[in-house]
């Protein structure tokens, strides 16, 4: 197999707090295709106080650009010093822009990741300009990869892509998660509280606000504790909304949590909750699943996909605390669920979601269009 010269283009890098799960997917990807044998540069914007862990041991070769405003201009100059490459990948919101660039410089074949196709990039064009970049970025792109068979089809409904050009790569589960055991508790065993884990950005999206009012409708009848991993803007929103309903002594928020040092929280914790508005894939679902947790989570966007419903998890209507409740309380009341659930999920994590199996899909990919 022919050794590619790969360009990653982010912007951004998954260990700042502010970032999705989108970056540490791109991120995966470029390691595990280098693990491949190819090689792989990274593009990215890394933060002053984060830009130490560019220095890490990795088979990637991280280039950052330093500037997290960098005005497009200026990238564009960035862009035309780097070597030149078989494949270029770019991803996130931003990934439109260098698919223009990259035809218009007569580069290679260039791979957009999108992971949300109604995010703007304010910072960079206005509102209107941006909506008739995205439109001409993915139709000059080689092909528009998503996570999702429901992102597929609302990027073809968004930006009018041919469903036969939307390519779906599932991400993988890191193996340290997959190491972890589903609990097994011993059914005459009366547990004293149970902890239910939350893991996402602070933000309505996310719909932890749902949550807190779900507890509220627990507390009456079972001991639990709530551990909120994740920052926000919306932070102390949540943390009084906590307070007007009384909970605030059975939540713990612990902020943001670098990814390599999540799973101490999952093996703790008894139950995933997951109460999303929109999802273009859920990679903490696919992480508690690995770990072994039952889900409770919403029917909406691509949640389904990932969460079987009675099978990994249980799925309720979005924005409905009261189903929500209900959905927490099935779980908490019956083990034998919840432990059927947990390696139901375990079991679906490791045949569905391998970082090798993505990585390969998607070097598949970039061979069929060098060969076009």
């Not at 807190?212 to 009456?220: D, E, P």
């Not at 009384?246 to 390599?260: A, E, S």
């Amino acid at each position: 197999m022919a050794t590619l010269k790969i360009l990653f283009v982010s912007g951004g890098v998954p260990w700042t707090p502010d970032m999705g799960g989108g970056y540490l997917i791109a991120f995966k990807l470029a390691q595990h295709l280098a693990k491949r044998g190819h090689r792989v540069d990274y593009l990215t914007n890394c933060p002053e106080e984060y830009r130490k862990q560019l220095d890490n041991p990795s088979p990637i070769y991280i280039k950052s650009w330093g500037h997290k405003d960098l005005p497009l201009r200026e990238f564009m100059k960035v862009f035309k010093q780097l070597p030149s490459y078989d494949i270029i990948h770019a991803h996130g919101a931003e990934a439109v822009l260098f698919s223009i660039y990259s035809r218009l410089r007569g580069f290679p074949p260039c791979f957009i990741s999108i992971y949300d196709p109604d995010i703007p990039v304010k910072r960079w064009c206005r509102q209107t300009a941006w909506d008739v970049y995205r439109k001409i970025g993915t139709k000059l792109a080689a092909k528009v990869l998503v996570l999702s068979e429901f992102s597929r089809k609302n990027v073809n409904t968004v930006l009018h892509i041919p469903v036969s050009r939307i390519m779906v790569i599932p991400p993988g589960v890191r193996t340290d998660f997959q190491s972890l055991n589903a609990k097994i508790t011993n059914p005459n065993q009366s547990k004293k509280s149970f902890n239910l884990l939350f893991v996402g950005r602070l933000e309505y999206q996310k719909g932890l606000d749902v949550l807190i009012k779900a507890l509220s409708i627990i507390t009456s009848k079972h001991r639990v504790t709530l551990t909120v991993i994740g920052a926000g803007s919306s932070m102390d929103e949540y943390r009084n909304l906590a307070k007007q309903y009384k909970v605030n002594d059975i939540i713990c928020f612990k902020g943001y949590i670098p990814p390599d040092e999540l799973p101490p929280f999952y093996r703790a914790a008894d139950i995933f909750v997951g109460p999303s508005r929109y999802e273009s894939f859920g990679l903490t679902f696919a992480e508690a699943m690995a770990a072994g947790l039952p889900v409770v989570a919403t029917d909406v966007s691509a949640i389904p996909e990932v969460v079987v419903d009675g099978k990994t998890g249980i799925l309720v209507p979005p924005d409905n605390p009261d189903a929500l409740s209900l959905g927490i309380e099935k779980l908490i009341e019956n083990v034998e669920l919840r432990e059927n659930f947990g390696l139901a999920g375990m079991e679906r994590a490791k045949t569905e979601y391998i970082w090798e199996h993505s990585a390969h899909q998607l070097e598949q990919l970039y061979l069929q269009e060098l060969l076009q």
